[in-house]
């Protein structure tokens, strides 16, 4: 594996109030599936207490960019004390959960993705041209992360803010 550039450095994003944890993960695989990322997801946990559901998620989709570079995103997602609650809204009732939601974003540039260039001579030569020549590209790839990741942080937050329901305990 080459060098890995942090673009995104544990981005934190926090939530308590209803919520639907289905359509947000739905929301997340849809994005990455339209922009043509490839899906992985590394750990999926769940565990039942008697203050709730309790969800651990890892996902981490990357995107092979060219031949040298690959795009890496990382989200933790926890979801804490989840509890299914039915709130009645314009005469239907809808099943929701009551909880709390933290996701962690981080993202990354990988450069020599295939680890060809390990050999000393020719990892100097690859960092000198990554440098003076190429820096553009990692910077173009770079962008690419933040955008995703700002597409995605803003895709829940307004799908969090636009289902607002009354609930009282």
Not at 91 to 96: A, E, F, P
Not at 103 to 125: A, C, H, M, N, Q
Request: aromatic share 16%.
């Amino acid at each position: 594996m080459g060098e890995s550039y942090l673009v995104v450095d544990n981005l934190k994003f926090a939530y308590e109030g209803l919520f639907n944890p289905e359509e947000i993960y739905s929301i997340i695989t849809s994005l990455f599936y339209e922009r043509g990322w490839i899906w992985y997801e590394k750990m999926n946990q769940e565990e039942v207490t008697p203050s709730g559901r309790q969800i651990r998620m890892i996902l981490k989709p990357f995107l092979l960019a060219t031949k040298y570079y690959q795009l890496g995103v990382q989200m933790r997602i926890h979801l804490i004390n989840l509890k299914e609650v039915e709130v009645e809204r314009d005469g239907k009732i809808l099943r929701l959960h009551h909880g709390v939601l933290r996701i962690t974003y981080s993202g990354e540039v990988i450069s020599d993705r295939k680890g060809l260039w390990k050999k000393p001579l020719f990892w100097f030569l690859s960092i000198v041209f990554e440098k003076y020549f190429f820096s553009d590209r990692k910077e173009k790839y770079s962008v690419k992360v933040k955008e995703t990741i700002d597409d995605l942080s803003t895709a829940i937050k307004n799908y969090l803010n636009t289902c607002k329901y009354t609930y009282n305990h």
